[in-house]
Structure formats: C-alpha cells, structure tokens
C-alpha cells in the first residue's frame, strides 16, 4: 500500500458508536494522493464512519481506502470506459459508420459515461470502506 494514498484529518465527534472525522483538502492532509483530480474533496468534508478502534474527539487519524476500494475505483474510472470505448467503435464500425462518425460516437459515450459517474458519485462514495490509524505526530 502506498503511503500517498490517504487523507489526514481529525475526529470531530464521536457519540453512538460512530465518528465523524474532519478532513481538509491540499496541503498534507491529501499527502498527493494519484486520484486527487477526481476524488471532489474541497475545503474540508466530513466522514461519518463506525468507531473500531476506540478513538475519541480530537485523535489524529490516517484514512486510507481498503484495496477493494481502489480496485472498485480503477474500474470505474479505467476498465469501464475503455471497455465502453472498444464496445462503441466495434458497433461503429460493423453498423458501417465512417471514421469521423466513429469517433464522435465514441466521444459522446464516454461524455455520456462519465456524466453519469459524476450524477451517480455519491452512490458511489458511500461504498468506499476506509482504514484508520491513529498518527502519533
């Protein structure tokens, strides 16, 4: 696991069981993360998780996505575009369709496909399963 794909933030409640945990945007807090262009984090966004490890108000913790997580992720935003993009040019070009007609098909579905990513994201961000660590720094 790479250590530049985490978040920092600090737990700001804990009550019932669960935690929410403050994590604010750029600076070390992201620690270059590789999905930064695409993760929507701005300003500081909260994270409503279950409280594992005992944690309490004010401890320093570590995010990190499981790897279940991130393969979820290179799929949605790698496999299945490809995948969409070879789909569409193959239909293109056995529907007899001319290369500029081609291309822009297959421009429009990944527009389209990612339009949807971004109406659906939220969905999708409540999957993400995250580890945390305390950090003693």
Known sequence: MNESDCHRGIVERVADGEMTVA???GGDSCDGCSLGRVCGLSG???FSLK?????????????TPSEGSR?????LLGGIPVLLLVATAAGAS??????????LACVATGGFYFVLL?????????SVRWR????CD
């Open 132 to 135: 945390v660590e305390k950090i």
């Open 118 to 126: 971004r109406l659906l994201g939220r969905r999708a961000d409540r």
């Open 51 to 63: 409280n594992e490890g005992g944690f309490k108000a004010g401890d320093r913790v570590r995010l």
């Open 23 to 25: 994590v604010g945007n």
């Open 44 to 46: 500081v966004t909260r």
């Open 94 to 103: 056995l529907a007899g369709l001319d290369e500029d007609l081609m291309a």
């Open 71 to 75: 393969y979820v992720a290179a799929l």
